[in-house]
């Protein structure tokens, strides 16, 4: 999987998603392992919201995992 992001990252004005590529491998695999009933559609879900996640967003549109489950930078900072 990691190669595949290193081969897109190579291309032409995506050099920015070499910042990404252990962030993203890690939480595909956090999204598999934090659903322990294995339901594939929860998987996908919160492999999903790593687009949000890049954006500093927490809340996502998709009601199989709505929201993340760790405190906001703002949160963290009270």
Not at 17 to 46: C, E, F, M, R
Request: charged share 20%.
């Amino acid at each position: 999987m990691k190669a595949k992001f290193l081969k897109l990252a190579a291309q032409k004005d995506c050099d920015a998603l070499y910042l990404w590529i252990k962030s993203i491998v890690s939480h595909v695999y956090w999204s598999a392992q934090s659903t322990p009933d294995g339901n594939g559609d929860v998987v996908v879900a919160k492999v999903r919201s790593i687009v949000n996640h890049i954006q500093n967003k927490h809340v996502h549109e998709d009601p199989l995992y709505a929201k993340c489950n760790h405190p906001t930078s703002y949160e963290t900072n009270k």
